[in-house]
């Protein structure tokens, strides 16, 4: 088992930045690939980035892409979100997710067993 919690939403201006934090428990969060979905009012939820075990590959929605970081920290049992030039589209609820299996390239939301509650992300234009 493993329990996700979010922080480091808010409100920003377009084009600013906000970092986002997910902190897992448990021992074996090495083994977990991580992700990061968001979801907007009237929308689906949607993939923005994942992260391999190890941390040395990263993938990125087309959306996202020259903008968001993801990156992690196995010590500290933490995985990161660094989003950069905001826009008002980027605005969602944004959700941590972990993965025992398959592999950060599949984007689909079905390996990913482990979920947190979400964070706001509120960007004003």
């Known amino acids: 088992q493993v329990q996700l919690v979010e922080s480091g939403g808010g409100l920003v201006q377009a084009g600013g930045s906000l970092r986002l934090s997910c902190a897992a428990s448990g021992r074996t969060y090495s083994n977990y690939v991580m992700g990061w979905f968001r979801q907007a009012p009237g929308k689906e939820r949607e993939f923005v980035a994942a992260?391999?075990?190890?941390?040395?590959?990263?993938y990125y929605a087309d959306s996202v892409k020259g903008r968001f970081t993801i990156s992690r920290d196995n010590a500290k049992n933490t995985v990161y979100l660094q989003m950069n030039s905001l826009q008002p589209e980027d605005a969602a609820v944004y959700y941590c997710?972990?993965?025992?299996?398959?592999?950060?390239?599949?984007?689909?939301?079905?390996?990913?067993?482990?979920w947190g509650q979400g964070t706001q992300v509120t960007v004003s234009s």
């Open positions: 997710a972990a993965a025992p299996m398959g592999w950060a390239a599949d984007k689909n939301q079905k390996i990913y067993d482990y």
């Open positions: 992260i391999s075990r190890s941390g040395t590959m990263t």
